[in-house]
C-alpha cells in the first residue's frame, strides 16, 4: 500500500511539474555525457546553501564559463575542462537555473507515508 501511494504521488508530481522541466538544451549533455544536473546541484548546495547564492553563482558561470568560477571538484575540473562549457545569454541561464532549483527543491518534499 505504502508503494502504491508514493508512486501516485510522483506520478502526480511529474504532472504539475511539466512546466518546471529543465530545457532540453541543458539536458543533451545532462543526460548524457556530462555529469547530472542533480549531482550538480548537490555540490552547489554543499557548497554555498542558499537559493540565492546556489541562482547567482551557477548564473554566473553559465554566462561566462572558467575554470576560476568552477564549483566542481579539482578532479572534475580536468576531466571535463569547464572553459569549454556552452555560455548562454543571462536571461536563458536563469531560467534554467530557476528550473533546475525548482525541481531539485521538490525532492525534500517527497514523504514516504508511514502507518
Ligand atoms: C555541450 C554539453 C553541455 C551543455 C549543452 C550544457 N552543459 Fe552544463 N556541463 C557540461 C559539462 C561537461 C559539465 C562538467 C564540467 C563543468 O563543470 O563545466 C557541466 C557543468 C555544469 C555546471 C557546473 C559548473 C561548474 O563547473 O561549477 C552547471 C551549473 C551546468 N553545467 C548547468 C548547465 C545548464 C543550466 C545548461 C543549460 C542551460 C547546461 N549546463 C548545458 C556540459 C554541458
Given at each position: 500500500m505504502e508503494r502504491v501511494v508514493l508512486v501516485l504521488f510522483l506520478g502526480f508530481h511529474s504532472i504539475a511539474a511539466g512546466q518546471s522541466a529543465i530545457p532540453q538544451r541543458c539536458t543533451v549533455c545532462h543526460e548524457k555525457s556530462a555529469p547530472p544536473l542533480s549531482l550538480v546541484y548537490r555540490r552547489y548546495l554543499m557548497l554555498y546553501s542558499s537559493k540565492a547564492r546556489i541562482e547567482k553563482k551557477m548564473v554566473d558561470f553559465l554566462t561566462a564559463p572558467s575554470k576560476e568560477k568552477s564549483a566542481m571538484p579539482e578532479g572534475m575540473k580536468n576531466r571535463?575542462?569547464?572553459?569549454n562549457h556552452p555560455a548562454f545569454a543571462t536571461s536563458v541561464a536563469k531560467e534554467a537555473v530557476d528550473k533546475l532549483i525548482e525541481k531539485e527543491d521538490l525532492i525534500p518534499r517527497i514523504v514516504v507515508p508511514k502507518d
Open positions: 571535463f575542462n569547464p572553459q
